[in-house]
C-alpha cells in the first residue's frame, strides 16, 4: 500500500513525462528531473517556506496542546463542554477548515479581523495576500492543537498521583512540578505525538490549496504543494515525482535528527 507506488514515483522521476505532449513519449533522463528542482529559482523558497510551516506549528502546538492538556486535567465546571469545544477543530476536514478561515476569519470586508480592525480604529490586514505564510500557520495550528492535547492529556492522566504528593511535601512549587515531576514522565508522549505531528503537519495541502493556492507566487507554497504545482499545472509527471521523492526523504531525515536529539536531551526518560 505504501512501498510499491513510492518505487512507481521514484520511476518516475527518473523520467521526461509531460502529459500535455503525449507525442515526446516517455523517456529515460537520469536525474535530470532532480537537478531541475536543485536549480530552481523557486526551490530554495518553498524549502525554506516548508521548514517555517512545520517547526513553527509543531512549537506552537505543543505549547498550545501541552497548556489545554494541563487545563484538562482539572476538574471544573462544564470540563466535559469545555474539552468537546477543544477538541471540535480536530475533526473538521483540512479544506472545509481553509474555507471557514478565509471567508469568515480572514476576508477583509466582513471576516473577523477586519470587525476587530475596524473596532480598535485600524485598517483590516490582507492577510491572505499580505502575510499568507502566517495565515497558514495559524490554521494549521488552530486545527492540530488538538490532537497534541489529547495525546498529552493521556500521559498525564497516566501520571502517579503520589510523585505530586510527594513533590508538595518536598516543597516543590508548581513550576518545579512541572519541569521536574510532569515533562520528565511525558517524555515519551512527546515523542509520539511529535512523530505524527510531523507526519501529519508536513503533509499540508488542503489548507494551503482553498486559501493562498500557494501565492502570492510561491510565498506560501511547500514541498507537497509544489508536487502539486508541477504536476496539475505544469503537467511534468517527472518533475512532479522529483519533487515527492525529495519531500519524502527530507521528511526522513527531519524525523531521524529530531529523535537523535530528543533521545541524547532525555535519555534516561526515553530508554
Request: proline content about 5%.
Given at each position: 500500500m505504501t512501498q510499491i507506488p513510492f518505487i512507481v514515483t521514484i520511476y518516475y522521476s527518473l523520467q521526461n513525462w509531460n502529459i500535455l505532449r503525449p507525442a515526446l513519449g516517455r523517456h529515460f533522463v537520469g536525474l535530470s528531473?532532480?537537478?531541475?528542482?536543485?536549480?530552481?529559482s523557486d526551490f530554495l523558497g518553498v524549502l525554506l517556506n516548508t521548514f517555517i510551516l512545520t517547526i513553527t506549528s509543531m512549537i506552537l502546538c505543543l505549547i498550545l496542546g501541552l497548556s489545554f492538556a494541563l487545563l484538562m486535567n482539572r476538574n471544573f465546571f462544564a470540563k466535559g463542554l469545555v474539552?468537546?469545544?477543544?477538541?471540535?477543530?480536530?475533526?473538521?476536514?483540512?479544506?472545509?477548515?481553509?474555507?471557514?478561515?478565509?471567508?469568515?476569519?480572514?476576508?477583509?470586508?466582513?471576516?473577523?479581523?477586519?470587525?476587530?480592525a475596524h473596532v480598535f480604529g485600524t485598517q483590516p490586514v490582507e492577510?491572505?495576500?499580505?502575510?499568507?505564510?502566517t495565515a497558514i500557520i495559524i490554521i494549521v495550528t488552530w486545527q492540530w492543537s488538538p490532537f497534541f492535547m489529547l495525546v498529552l492529556l493521556a500521559g498525564l492522566q497516566s501520571l502517579p498521583s503520589d510523585q505530586l504528593e510527594a513533590s508538595e511535601l518536598d516543597g516543590a512549587s508548581k513550576w518545579q512540578q512541572l519541569y521536574y515531576v510532569i515533562l520528565p514522565h511525558l517524555m515519551r508522549y512527546f515523542e509520539v505525538v511529535t512523530m505524527l505531528g510531523l507526519i501529519f503537519i508536513l503533509q499540508i495541502f488542503g489548507q494551503i490549496y482553498v486559501t493562498t493556492s500557494g501565492g502570492p507566487g510561491y510565498a506560501s507554497t511547500n514541498m507537497n504543494f509544489l508536487t502539486y504545482r508541477r504536476?496539475?499545472?505544469?503537467?511534468?509527471?517527472?518533475?512532479?515525482?522529483?519533487v515527492g521523492v525529495i519531500a519524502?526523504?527530507?521528511?526522513?531525515?527531519?524525523?531521524?535528527?529530531?529523535?537523535?536529539?530528543?533521545?541524547?536531551r532525555f535519555k534516561e526518560e526515553l530508554s
Open positions: 528531473n532532480f537537478l531541475t528542482v536543485f536549480t530552481s474539552r468537546t469545544m477543544f477538541v471540535s477543530p480536530f475533526f473538521i476536514m483540512p479544506a472545509v477548515a481553509g474555507i471557514v478561515w478565509k471567508t469568515l476569519v480572514y476576508n477583509p470586508s466582513f471576516g473577523m479581523t477586519s470587525y476587530m492577510w491572505l495576500s499580505g502575510h499568507p505564510l504536476a496539475f499545472q505544469d503537467w511534468n509527471i517527472g518533475l512532479a515525482s522529483s519524502v526523504i527530507l521528511k526522513i531525515i527531519v524525523m531521524m535528527l529530531l529523535f537523535t536529539v530528543l533521545r541524547r
